[in-house]
Every structure is written in structure tokens, then in C-alpha cells.
């Protein structure tokens, strides 16, 4: 026998029924208490009331950072950390596309992310200049009296050489000089450009390293691989390598406190507790912080707790 392709007919009295019937158990199942439905909605939920926490791949920031998290996680908060992103190029574009909701940052880099060509040097000028230089959706919290500021930075043997305290010195050197950054450094305002622009220093060759004045970069000006690099100014391997941070009269870098960078998503109440946090951290907690996880190997979980134990935030 053969078989028809075509779809049985039901009579129209019975169609009716069907769909009337369909129409009942569609409106039953709308109004159910389905678990599953339930959590599917729970799980949205969560996820849009979950702060999204980001930092640099870079030791120091990861642990401000994490000293976010956890007081916000003690405060009922919901956590997502998303650390060791990578340097600004990479993650404001995350930031500024809603990916990331705090973060984070130094008001004198994230100004000349921003505005390359800014005047504002000192800190209050540069803190005003960078609230109003933040895109919209996006706000910067109150900063801190912590710094972690960008410096070139030279081997002390190489500055009693050449008899160097100020960057302006570099025009004592009379051999050719290579600074040593990660490689975004070679064109941001104190990249060579910089050096020549600022200071009359020209001819400044240039060499990635991509480890943010770690390890690497240590060893590249102890080898004399480089004489110059840049390196933050609350690094504990300053002093323990005998490093020599130039002072930089005329502004290369800006003033650069670290300052929450938030999204619209982060309430006052998390906003309040991020900002007791900027508070009641100073340089000299920065650098202790930088020291417990370079020459104590501390994890940043473990240096955060005990910050915010020791500092009554939690």
C-alpha cells in the first residue's frame, strides 16, 4: 500500500478544541510555579545585579582590586572578578562598552587616555579635568591619597655616572640611551616623543618589555640591556635593586592617584564603600601592599583580606 505524504486532516470541530485546549495549557503554564522557570528568572536577575570587577595584568592593581571585591562581596554584593585584563588600550574599550562596571584606575594615565593634549599637571587640576573628561555612563569615584606613579627610573650606578637627579640630567649622558617599557609606552606622551618634546632629550631609542617594570624589566637595566625604564614609584624592587627614580620637574607625567573608575550600574551604597576604601588608603599602604605580594609572595586574596581587617572596612 502506498503511504500519502500529506498531514492527516482533523475535522474543523476538532482543530478548535485543540487549539482551545493549547491556548488553556499555554495560559496554566504562564501562570505555574515551574522551579525551572523560576530559576531561569532568579539566574537573570543575578546576573544583572552582579558588579563586574576588572585590573590590570599587573600585581598592584589586582590587589586594589580584589580589596573592592571583597568589600563588596561582605556587603551582599555580587561578584564577578574579571583581573589581569591586560593594559588600557585593552580593557577601556570593555569598560566603555558596559563589559567591565569597576575598576581601578590612575587619574594622570586615564586623563591622557582620554585627552592626550591636557595641561593639568597637578593633582587637583588633573582630578577636576578628568570628571569632566569621562565618557558619559561612566563616572570616577573619589581618589585616593595612594600614588602609583609612573617614573623613568635608572640604576643607581648609572646615575652617579652620569651624575642624574632630574630627568633634565639625561642630557649629561653622552652614550645612547634605550628606555625600556611595555610597548604601548612608545607612543603615549611619555614615551621617547615625550623625552624629546619635554625635555630636549632626542634620540631616545626604545624597547618592549612586557611585564609593567617587573622582572624583565629589572633585569634589562641591571643588564644594561636599557638605561632607562619606566617603573612605578610604589614598586618595591626600587629599593631593593637600587633603582633610582629621575624627578620630573617638568611634568612628563601627571599627578596619578588611583581613583575608582565606575559604571552607572554601581549604586551609591557600593559607591560609599569603594570610596571609604580610597580613603583610607595612603602611598605608604601601597607600597607595603606592592611589598607583601613581591617579597612575601602573598596572593592578592589574602593581602585584601587583611588590609580591610586591619583597616576596620570589614
Known sequence: MIRSNRKRSFPLSAAILAAATAGV???????SSDPLATESNNDTKAKDSTIVIGSQDYYS???IAEIYAQALESADYSVDRQFRIGQREVYLPEIEAGKIDLFPEYTGNLLQYWEPDTTARLSDDVYAAL????PKGLRVLEQSPATDQDSYTVTQDFADKWKLKDVADLSNVTTPLTLGANSE????????KGLAD???????GFTPIEDSG????VKALKDDSIQ????YTADPTLSANHLVSLKDTKGVFLASH???LASDRVDEKAAKIINKISAAMSPEDLIALNGESVNDEESAAKIAQKWLADNKLV
Not at 25 to 31: E, R, T
Not at 185 to 192: F, H, I, K, L
Not at 198 to 204: C, E, H
Open 61 to 63: 592593581n589586582e590587589i
Open 228 to 231: 632607562l625604564a619606566v617603573i
Open 214 to 217: 617587573g622582572p624583565l624589566t
Open 185 to 192: 609606552a612608545e607612543s603615549r606622551p611619555y614615551g621617547p
Open 25 to 31: 495549557l499555554a495560559l496554566s503554564a504562564c501562570g
Open 198 to 204: 619635554l625635555y630636549g632629550i632626542k634620540d631616545v
Open 258 to 260: 588611583v581613583v575608582p
Open 131 to 134: 570628571t569632566k573628561a569621562t
